[in-house]
Nanobody
Framework: QVQLVESGGGLVQAGGSLRLSCAASGRTFDSYTMGWFRQAPGKEREFVAAISMSFGSPYYGDSTKGRFAITRDIRKNTVYLQMNSLKPEDTGVYYC????????????????WGQGTQVTVSS
């Protein structure tokens, strides 16, 4: 059974940092794309970042470029999202996703999803 388990969310003040982790199990994700999405109350799920597990090449959404960094550890089957200079508008539930994503910014392109971790940024 494939599982993606996120951790590292919490409450932080604006300008602070958090590091999210996504541990994958049940299969290898070597050839997959792993992504992070977020969803704020009343809003649609938004693409945050993605990384190719094979090549390590990152890709970012416009709202997080320059502040967030996505990395991966193939041996641990784990993906990380380092979030710096956090803003109140970064608040939401952050989801980890994995799949052979042809369009990496599209949530429907991912097969596997975690349960999400809450990130709250206070002003």
């Amino acid at each position: 059974q494939v599982q993606l388990v996120e951790s590292g969310g919490g409450l932080v003040q604006a300008g602070g940092s958090l590091r999210l982790s996504c541990a994958a199990s049940g299969r290898t994700f070597d050839s997959y794309t792993m992504g992070w999405f977020r969803q704020a109350p009343g809003k649609e799920r938004e693409f945050v970042a993605a990384i190719s597990m094979s090549f390590g090449s990152p890709y970012y959404g416009d709202s997080t470029k320059g502040r967030f960094a996505i990395t991966r550890d193939i041996r641990k089957n784990t993906v990380y999202l380092q979030m710096n200079s956090l803003k109140p508008e970064d608040t939401g539930v952050y989801y980890c996703a994995g799949g052979i994503a042809d369009i990496i910014t599209r949530s429907s392109a991912y097969t596997y999803w975690g349960q999400g971790t809450q990130v709250t940024v206070s002003s």
